[in-house]
């Protein structure tokens, strides 16, 4: 059974920078495409990032290029994302996700998901 554990939300002020943290108890970690998607408080689940499965292709929603890194390191089960310039519109709860297109942007196109961190920015 997979388990996905994300961490490192919080609360910080605009134009601050976040560092959150998902790991993943699968058996073959680098066979997945891992994706970054948040849920502010009425809104629906929107994609944030994706990574291939090697690390060397990322794809990222037009709100958060520039400022926001996904990376992984396959030994370790992880995968991470880098948020700089923080605003308050990225304030929601982070989840990531196991998939298998890099383009995917829909939550259904990704099978298994954490429990979220929560990321809150004040202005």
């Known amino acids: 059974q997979v388990q996905l554990v994300e961490s490192g939300g919080g609360l910080v002020q605009a134009g601050a920078s976040l560092r959150l943290s998902c790991v993943a108890s699968?058996?073959?970690?680098?066979?997945?495409?891992m994706g970054w998607f948040r849920q502010a408080p009425g809104k629906e689940r929107e994609f944030v990032a994706s990574?291939?499965?090697?690390?060397?292709?990322?794809y990222y929603t037009d709100s958060v290029k520039g400022r926001f890194t996904i990376s992984r390191d396959n030994a370790k089960n992880t995968v991470f994302l880098q948020m700089n310039s923080v605003e308050a519109e990225d304030t929601a709860v982070y989840y990531c996700?196991?998939?298998?297109?890099?383009?995917?942007?829909?939550?259904?196109?990704?099978?298994?998901w954490g429990q979220g961190t929560q990321v809150t920015v004040s202005s």
């Open positions: 996700a196991l998939g298998y297109g890099l383009y995917r942007t829909e939550p259904s196109q990704y099978t298994d």
């Open positions: 990574i291939s499965r090697s690390g060397d292709s990322t």
């Open positions: 699968v058996r073959t970690f680098s066979a997945f495409v």
